[in-house]
């Protein structure tokens, strides 16, 4: 297990990618050693000290790392006051996060294996940084990213830099027109999948996987409180009885999920 770390983080940039969505690159004002550590499909609780009405920490992704210059990419959708408060902060404001929490991926795979990376909406944030450490490792993994509209399809140009993008939407606005769960490439030769977005998405996945004998690894996003095992407020129950998402996943193997 990695050791977790409670730091401030300035706000280097806060680009605003839609009026949905912000993207914030933070770097860390603290020498700290746990940014090689970091796995694909951790994430951070932040404290949201300007909101009067958000007390408990949110949970967010890392989507990206920068180990050299002490960064921590997050991709954050405005969703209730705690995340529309984080991402109203500027350039040069601090945050002070929780991190690195979680699991995350597991990359131990064969170098031959086809590997989709599958995102829906917001929950394409942890695959960016999954996707960097799979090339790393001399993989090539390929994308398939829904979302309602070409609008809300976010990062596309980073995705393709690391690997071929297969594109859903469900107004048909860019790539197939329809759920993420029914485009043409989840009918070919594939051996892995991991996945992160809507609950309903990841069920139809693992459902899909399961018939067609797939690996499958999913990214949960239950409601969580303290983010470290204490509250017991996120338990998903599993194979091995009731499990915490935030300190036991937030990634899980299919297999060990009662879907
Ligand atoms: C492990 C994990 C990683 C996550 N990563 C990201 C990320 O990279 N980017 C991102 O934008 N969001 C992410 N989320 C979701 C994010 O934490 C919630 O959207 C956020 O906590 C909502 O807080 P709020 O104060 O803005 O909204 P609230 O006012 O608390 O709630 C607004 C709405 O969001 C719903 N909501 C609250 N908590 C969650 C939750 N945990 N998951 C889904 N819906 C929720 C509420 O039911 C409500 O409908 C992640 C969640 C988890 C558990
Ligand atoms: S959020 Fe408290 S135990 Fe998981």
Request: with cysteine; hydrophobic share 40%.
């Amino acid at each position: 297990m990695s050791q977790k770390n409670i730091s401030n983080f300035i706000i280097k940039e806060s680009i605003s990618l839609t009026d949905k969505y912000q993207l914030m690159i933070l770097e860390c004002t603290e020498e700290a050693k746990a940014f090689q550590d970091i796995k694909p499909g951790q994430f951070v609780q932040i404290r949201v000290d300007n909101s009067h009405h958000t007390f408990l920490r949110r949970p967010i992704s890392i989507n990206d790392v920068d180990i050299e210059n002490r960064t921590l990419t997050l991709l954050i959708r405005k969703a209730g006051d705690g995340t529309k408060a984080i991402c109203s902060l500027s350039q040069g404001d601090t945050l002070n996060l929780i991190w690195p929490l979680g699991n995350g991926f597991s990359v131990d795979i064969t170098p031959a294996s086809r590997i989709i990376l599958m995102g829906g909406g917001v929950g394409v944030a942890p695959l960016l940084y999954l996707g960097k450490i799979l090339r790393m490792y001399g993989l090539k993994p390929e994308f398939l990213l829904g979302a309602q509209s070409s609008d809300d399809l976010l990062l596309l140009e980073k995705f393709k830099e690391i690997g071929t993008v297969h594109i859903s939407t469900d107004d048909g606005s860019l790539g197939e027109k329809g759920l993420v769960t029914r485009h043409s490439v989840l009918s070919t030769h594939i051996d892995k999948i991991y996945c992160c977005g809507p609950l309903p998405m990841m069920k139809g996945v693992a459902a899909l996987c399961k018939s067609n004998n797939i690996d499958c690894e999913v990214s949960l996003e239950n409601v969580m409180a303290c983010g470290v095992g204490a509250c017991l407020c996120c338990v998903e129950p599993t194979v091995k009885g009731n499990r915490c998402v935030c300190t036991e996943g937030p990634v899980f193997n299919i297999n060990e999920l009662l879907w």
